[in-house]
Structures are given as C-alpha cells and as structure tokens.
C-alpha cells in the first residue's frame, strides 16, 4: 500500500514514519458507492489510489452537473476545503469506478498542514489547478451551448487510438448538467452529420476534425 501511495503522493516521503501510522486505512469504494453526502462534515481525507471519484452538484430536479473527477493521485479541493474551515461537505461525491483511497483522520491530516511544508504545497497547487478548471466548467455553462460542450467532452474522452467513448445518453447528460433528451438530439446531429457514429452503450468519434469544429462553433 505505502509503496504505491508515496508513489502517486511523493508529499507522503517527507513525513516521518510514525505520523503515517495514526490512524491511516485504505478502503475499496464499489462503482455508485457514496464517498461523501452534501451537507455532512468529512471525518477522513481521501487520497484516490486507484478508479475515479466523480464530484457533483444537483437540484430537486433531479438534474445534476458534473464539477470534476478525482482520479489516481489526486484528492477532493472540496473535501479538504471542508476539512480547513471546519465546514460541511458542499457537493455530492460517488465512486465512478470500483475505487481504492487512502483514508487519512481529519485531525492527523489537520496536523500535516501545520507541520509539513510539501503538504501544504502539494494542498495549495491541487487548490489553484481545480480553481482554473471550475473556472474553465463555469465559463463552458454560462458561455457555451451545451452541443459545443458536448463535443469537447468527446474529443476529451477519445483519441485517435481509441476513438471509442462508453457511455450512456444519460451518463453524458449527467456530465454536462442537462437532459437525457438533449444530448441524444445532439448526438443524432452528430451522427447525421458523420461526426460519430452510435452504439448502444457506446459513441465512436469518426471525424475529429469536425467535431472539433462543432466545439468551437464553426459548424
């Protein structure tokens, strides 16, 4: 475990042996599992080791917006947002992926941030890099129309080696905060139009420089 945790988290080998004992556990979160509930205080910070955390806001709606994945080597800003001003959790966070986490107590975490420079840098730079891509989502949402996001989001997920993306309508419009119906409408534009092609369960971007055009509005 120590050995992959330092590994992703090189701020763990600045840390004296016995402040990592205290404590510290890993869990395995199943895929759909709740990692933390809006509104509630965060008992443990969690170090992603392996799979995907997605984090997320919704209304009574029902209609949700993705924020941001945590992934392998990284953790929740919000999270540890909460942990610092002693403030509740502000967003929902499920596990997108069977996920593994190292759980750290909040108040032997608390202590790092007080005793060892390379958490607070590690802390301050994951801060200032999720700040930009809120940044970036808030300016997609109000900016942006959702067919122009939804063609970013597929050239994000697919490559020209795997141009496949598997996902349902409904995963993607969770993504982008918007209906099931929207984004099949878009997609079947797409389609029509020979950007992709549809499966079920699965979209294959067939021209990316086309796509790329609808993201940037020049289709």
Known sequence: ?????????PFLNEIRDEDLRAGITTAR???GATAFVEGEPCRHVAFVLDGSIRVFKSNPDGRELTLYHVTAGDSCVLMWASVLADARYGAQAVAAADTDVL??????FQSWMQRYEAVRRFVYEAFAQRLA?????????LFRH????LASLLLQRTGDEQPVLEATHEQLALELGTAREVVSRILKSFEEDGAVRLFRGRIQVTDRDLLARKRDGRT
Do not use: G, I, S
């Open 103 to 108: 759980l750290v107590p909040v108040p032997v």
């Open 133 to 141: 891509a809120v940044m970036l989502l808030v300016d997609e949402v």
């Open 1 to 9: 475990m120590w050995a992959q945790a330092k590994q992703l988290f």
């Open 29 to 31: 979160l199943p895929k």
């Open 146 to 149: 959702v067919d122009q996001r």
